[in-house]
């Protein structure tokens, strides 16, 4: 395991901090303090490191329900948290798939942050930024062979919903960072932000919540339907008998997942199937909530939520054997978990919409849920249309 801290002011670089779902009263003036980064190899349970390693720096996540303590200016504000849908396939009990395309990348990474005394200076300027073609880990054929799979294990009884993910990377020249971060600048992101390690860098511009925890109450807003942002396709997108069964699909999946780590009888639905908009694309988006039950501690929590029902299927652990069967690259930084955890707050994105650097190309994943209803290639459309915003941002349009 590679551990790394704690570490005093002085011997980090001072940047501005940009974790998706950092308070913003102290993003400013936040400096790292320790961090944690965890890969298959290194072994162990890595949600219980998780929460170990945030209790030895003063971060106590072991009783979710206890009231969030006075922030002290003097200790630490709380900590990025990167989980992949990897990592979170094992902590559901399944196969975490085929290798990270880039194997620079964790699969955890927590970084511990405090307060700084003086504010950070300035990022430097960016250097010259090209990026080179993409290209794909399967073609659009096999993208479609994907989709028919699926299609034939729901017709044998094996799964009822897949979410079947694509992979590109591209070649780059200069200092990625300033790519990635103009992700978080797009319509919609939720999740806007970076967080960066030796060798590797994350982007975000996800806009849907993975799991939230406010005031004691679990809130989790799964994403599935997109159709065009013209008045067209949102009408499209309400009257779709096939998107609005594979959005409740998803829903009640994410009920029961909240079920287990909530106070008996407090789960509910807020809102269901409300159309959003994310860049040129609408979405479908419910709310789900629930109290969280005493002694719930971080680890637990991150068992029962990851990786997300949206970006897995139902039942979560039959499709996720079906994802590791097909896709041919692993989802690296995609569809996992990147934002905020502190005592009394917890603030986690599911990583769609996200890009990843290594020391040598930029990757993206893009993907859709598969039901007995789908055309596969409407399937590898939707796809690319999830993809084009963040490739066209990414080399600099």
Known sequence: MRKVGPYGVETLPQVLVDAPAAPPGCRDALVERARLQWRRADGGDPATLVEEFLAAHGLALDDLARPAPRHDQGGPCGAALYVSAAAGALLAGASPGPPNPAPALPEVAVVVYGHAETPPPPLRGAGPWRLGDWQE???????????????????????????????????????????????????????????????????????????????????????????????????????????????????????????????????????????????????????????????????????????????????????????????????????????????????????????????????VWAGGGITWGSDPQAEVAEAAAKSRPIRATLAGR
């Open 137 to 363: 880990s399967w073609t659009p054929g096999q993208h479609a062979a994907a989709v028919d799979a699926v299609r034939q294990a729901i017709g044998r009884g094996d799964v009822y919903q897949v979410n079947v993910v694509g992979h590109a990377a591209a070649p780059y020249t200069g200092d990625p960072l300033p790519a990635l971060g103009r992700l978080g600048a797009l319509p919609g992101a939720r999740y806007g932000g970076t967080l960066t390690g030796a060798g590797w860098a994350i982007g975000c511009a996800s806009p849907e919540t993975l799991i939230e925890l406010t005031d004691g109450r679990l809130v989790t807003r799964p994403i599935k339907g997109t159709r065009p942002a013209t008045t067209a396709g949102e009408r499209e997108l309400r009257a779709s008998a096939k998107e609005r069964a594979e959005h409740v699909m998803i829903v009640d999946l994410e009920r029961n997942d909240l079920a287990r780590v909530a106070r008996t009888g407090t789960v509910r639905v807020d809102e269901l199937f409300a159309v959003r908009r994310w860049c040129d694309l609408w979405q479908a988006e419910s709310t789900i909530s629930a109290a969280v039950a005493d002694g719930l501690g971080l680890a637990d929590l991150l068992r029962a939520v990851c990786p997300g029902g949206s970006v897995t299927g139902a039942p979560k652990r039959a499709a996720l054997d079906q994802i590791a069967a097909l896709e041919p690259v692993g989802r690296g930084a995609g569809m996992g978990a990147l934002g905020w955890v502190a005592p009394g707050r917890i603030d986690l994105g599911l990583t769609i919409r996200t890009a990843a650097a290594d020391g040598e190309r930029l990757h």
